[in-house]
């Protein structure tokens, strides 16, 4: 990578991905323009349940050497419910990126905006600004179908595992102790708080006890504990108290949904999952089948992921441009949904794919000419 120039690997997908990823590329190139100093170059990777169908293969040919190589990974959505595997399992060339780039720190801001869906009556819940972060490698998705390791599984008995490594759990809660600091820096709350369940299990005690070792390196970011129990409560009860969320996989897994779930839906959920030389940005949602073709897709998810990966950029580059043109984005949604000019579908309002994305293009550009 040169330091304003950079390779990204595009996988559109299937069912709405490809609506979502054509909408976010043209929101990042508006965002780009309106910056300069930085280019982008989109390389093109087909893989997924549409591409399985043509070819009985799940990613083309030498593709994911390319998504190796690339700065950066953006992805739609992958799989259809019809197209599987002969043992029943769907197409999921994405889970094998996760793994073969170990891709720990899986990113999921949750942010309410107004005019947008909010699920709690209580006025406060227009505050709501935080992040879940979830280990995406191990904890009890170690097991989990893709890989085939479970120690016991016959027709008796069924075991899966909880894996939690010294390697992966300092690398998390070391990325959530940086990131609580660069919330801090932009006004945010600066706070970490790591979720387990520690009175119960050895590996979630052994999660905390190595949350307790690096929290002394960063003695600027308030620190809190909360076991996953209470944490679910909370999060309905007083979720804007909170700011980064640590926690393991499946945890994450669960309450990331339900925290997007308190901002508006699936079409809100973005996501960033980041290793330690690769990130892969997608939204949290799938493909779709229900709505794709019929330009009814939310597509800010992918749109604010892709705002996330214009954030990675930036600090592996080490160059502020792109996070230049992150808050472009941020700031355009946020006027959007402000001034009531971003109307979703999916939240009962008038506004499909296209025009949502028009209408952004449309205020980054407003902004560049004043
Ligand atoms: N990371 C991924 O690529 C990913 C993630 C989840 C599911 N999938 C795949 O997607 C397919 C469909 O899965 P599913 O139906 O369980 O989940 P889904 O997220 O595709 O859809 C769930 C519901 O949310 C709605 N929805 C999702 N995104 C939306 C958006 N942007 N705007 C408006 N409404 C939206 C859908 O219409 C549907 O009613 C399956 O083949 C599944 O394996 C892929």
């Known amino acids: 990578m040169s330091s304003n120039s950079f390779q990204i690997a595009v996988i ?29 170059d989109y390389q093109e990777l087909l893989a997924g349940a549409g ?30 419910p019809a197209v599987r595997h002969d043992d029943g399992t769907e197409i999921s060339p994405h889970l094998r990126l996760r793994e073969m780039f170990q891709l720990y720190a899986g990113v999921r801001p949750v942010k309410a905006y107004p005019n947008a869906p909010q699920r709690l009556a209580d006025p406060r819940a227009a505050d ?25 599984a016959n027709d008796d008995e069924v075991q899966d595992v909880l894996r ?6 300092e690398k998390l809660h070391d990325f959530g102790f940086k990131l609580a600091q660069k919330r801090k ?11 387990d369940k520690a009175n119960v299990f050895r590996s979630m005690a052994f999660f905390r006890e190595i949350f307790d070792e690096r929290r002394a390196n960063f003695t600027d970011v308030e620190i809190g504990y909360n076991y996953v129990d209470a944490q679910a409560l909370d999060l309905i009860r007083r979720p804007w108290d909170f700011d980064v969320l640590v926690m393991e996989n499946m945890f994450g897994d669960i309450l990331s949904d339900l925290a997007g779930g308190l901002v508006g839906g699936m079409g809100m959920a973005a996501c ?11 939204p949290a949602h799938g493909s779709a089948p229900d709505i794709m073709g019929q330009d009814k897709a939310n597509p800010l998810a992918a ?13 592996k580059s080490g160059t502020e441009a792109p996070a230049n043109a992150a808050q472009v984005i941020e700031d355009a949604v946020q006027q959007g949904f402000t001034e009531n000019r971003i109307r979703p579908m999916e939240f009962g309002g008038d506004m499909g794919t296209q025009a949502v994305t028009k209408e952004i293009v ?9």
């Open 12 to 40: 559109k997908g299937d069912g709405i991905g490809v609506d979502v990823t054509e909408a976010t590329l043209a929101i990042v190139d508006a965002a780009r323009e309106r910056v300069g100093g930085f280019s982008l």
């Open 185 to 195: 820096a932009r006004g945010g709350k600066g706070q970490l708080t790591c979720v």
């Open 303 to 315: 749109i604010l992921s892709g705002a996330l990966m214009l954030g990675y950029l930036a600090d």
């Open 272 to 282: 960033a999952e980041i290793g330690d030389a690769h990130g892969l940005f997608q």
């Open 51 to 80: 591409y399985f169908s043509e070819t009985g293969k799940d990613i083309a040919p030498g593709a994911e050497d390319m998504a190796d190589k690339a700065d950066a990974i953006f992805l739609g959505a992958i799989g259809l």
């Open 164 to 169: 939690i490594t010294r390697a992966t759990t």
């Open 128 to 152: 709501i600004d935080m992040v879940i972060l979830r280990e995406s490698t191990e904890g009890l998705f170690y097991t989990a179908a893709t890989h085939n390791r479970n120690p016991v």
């Open 362 to 370: 449309g205020l980054i550009n407003a902004n560049k000419a004043q």
